[in-house]
């Protein structure tokens, strides 16, 4: 069964240090979601993508986040400079592009990186 | 703006117990609505979803959630909680539109089983 699969499973590093994490959606996939999943709540949309295009990054901070998706396939997500508030998971996941165009409505979420900042 | 409500962020139950949580959502149009569960340091797996066709929904591992317009209410049950039904589970609710998919989710609800 095909999976999305995220590197690193963890990171341990220090405020001011830059971290990023690498997904690899599920083959065929068009629509590529970032999450991030603060310890006891639910996870929330970092950004979303569409191919290679980004689609909402309402919530990303981009003073410090970015996100690519350069050929429409996987996708890294960084942080510079990580602070201590970015200690979470950060889930990816992917969906198919429907019949009509959008995309359907299952995502398929990846293990996630536990980032840890110090 | 649409949004989810959990209601208990921590439920117990004893094996072969019923299962149940609740779930309300606030949505201005017809909504998708999803569970989805979580093991520990892992990420989510969908165990249903409803998507306007049939308000009882059957999902995996013998979960189902029923869809009520009128209590805008989403909740999930089982008949009997088995050990390996411990986890960490969410309430999702998606709106379709020409780039869709954004999931709002739930604060989340921790299921307990008791042997």
């Known amino acids: 069964e095909a999976e999305v699969a995220q590197s690193p499973r963890y990171k341990i590093t220090e405020k001011s240090q830059a971290v990023a994490f690498w997904c690899d959606p599920i083959?065929?996939?068009?629509?590529l979601y970032w999450y991030r999943q603060i310890l006891g709540q639910g996870p929330e949309l970092l950004v979303q993508?569409?191919?290679?295009?980004?689609?909402?990054d309402s919530q990303l901070p981009k003073d410090r986040f970015s996100a690519e998706r350069l050929k429409g396939v996987d996708s890294t997500l960084k942080i510079q400079p990580a602070e201590l508030g970015d200690s979470a998971m950060y889930l990816c996941?992917?969906?198919?592009?429907?019949?009509?165009?959008?995309?359907?409505?299952?995502?398929?979420f990846g293990p996630g990186t536990r980032l840890t900042v110090l | 703006a649409q949004s989810v409500t959990q209601l208990g962020s921590h439920v117990s139950v004893s094996e072969g117990a019923l299962v149940l949580l609740r779930c309300n959502y606030s949505?201005?149009?017809?909504?998708?609505l999803f569970w989805y569960v979580q093991y520990p340091n892992q990420g989510l797996q969908l165990l249903l979803k409803?998507?306007?066709?049939?308000?009882l929904v059957k999902g995996i591992n013998g979960f189902e959630a029923e869809f009520k317009k009128s209590e805008t209410s989403f909740h999930l049950t089982k008949p009997s909680a088995h050990m390996s039904d411990a986890a960490e589970y969410f309430c999702?609710?998606?709106?379709?539109?020409?780039?869709?998919?954004?999931?709002?989710f739930g604060q989340g609800t921790e299921l307990s089983v008791k042997p």
């Open positions: 996941a992917s969906s198919h592009k429907g019949l009509a165009g959008a995309p359907t409505d299952t995502q398929y």
């Open positions: 083959s065929g996939h068009a629509t």
């Open positions: 993508f569409q191919d290679e295009s980004v689609v909402d």
């Open positions: 949505s201005s149009v017809p909504p998708y």
């Open positions: 409803y998507t306007s066709a049939a308000t």
């Open positions: 999702a609710v998606s709106r379709r539109n020409s780039q869709g998919g954004k999931l709002i």
